[in-house]
Each structure stands twice: as C-alpha cells, then as structure tokens.
C-alpha cells in the first residue's frame, strides 16, 4: 500500500529524493490520510460532477438542531463516507461530542484502522464543523 493518494505521488514525483524510512513513510501516511478527510467532509455533496455522492451533505439542519437523531443519522453519514470513498481506513467509528462552550459547532472524535506493511495501526482524528461551515480535521 502506498503511504500518499496517486495524485499526491504524481504531483510528488519530481520532488528531491525522499527518505524512505519506516517512521518517515507513516508520518506522510498520517499527512495524507488527514488531508484527504478534510477534503471528503469539507466537499459538499453534488460538487464532484462524476461522483454526486461525493462529499457531505448540507449539515446546518444538524447544527442548528437539538434533535439527537439527527446528530446519530450525521455520523453515520461521515462513517458511510469514509468508508467508501477513503479505501485506506478499516473500522471506522465516529461519535459525537459535546463542547459546551461552543454550542453553534459540532465536533466528532473518529477511531479507525489503517494496514500498513501488515501491520494495524489506530488512528483517530478530532473534527469540528465551526459556524463558518468548515470542518477541521486534526490527528490525535
């Protein structure tokens, strides 16, 4: 498997020779995958003309709402997304959390797996979907 997405190692290609070792290639695996999450979840859905799926769909009903179902049916929707469109990650599990200072963001913790030389790896990452409508993605 490789560490970077196919457009990350063409735009790459050119690039001076690269350390190829173990921790090396992880930390670009970790950049890559937190990038391209941010992308997914920061994609509204019906903006990638071959792919209408792509993408998440319009969240301020969520945000604004006090309706727990709503919140549950949302990270399945990120869980469904991740899963289809970031073929890297295994065993996604994303769940909400509450940030009582911040009552306009939503913010959501998602576990995961990723093989790496047959090896499992854990992964989690930090969301919060601010009231400008972008969703940041951090590495924990």
């Known amino acids: 498997m490789y560490s970077e997405r196919l457009l990350?190692?063409?735009i790459n290609a050119g690039s001076a020779a690269k350390d190829k070792s173990h921790e090396n290639e992880l930390v670009v695996l970790n950049q890559s995958v937190t990038k391209y999450l941010s992308l997914l979840l920061n994609s509204q859905q019906g903006t990638?003309?071959?792919?209408t799926d792509f993408g998440m769909p319009d969240l301020n009903a969520v945000r604004f709402s006090?309706?727990?179902e709503g919140l549950r049916d949302l990270e399945h929707t990120i869980e469904e997304q991740i899963l289809k469109y970031e073929p890297r990650i295994h065993n996604v599990k994303v769940s909400s959390m509450l940030h009582e200072s911040e009552r306009l963001s939503l913010m959501f913790k998602i576990a995961a797996n990723i093989k790496y030389n047959n090896e499992i790896i854990g992964l989690v990452f930090e969301t919060i979907l601010g009231a400008d409508g972008n969703i940041i993605v951090n590495r924990v």
Do not use: C, F, G
């Open 8 to 10: 990350e190692r063409v």
């Open 48 to 51: 990638a003309q071959t792919v």
């Open 66 to 68: 006090e309706n727990l």
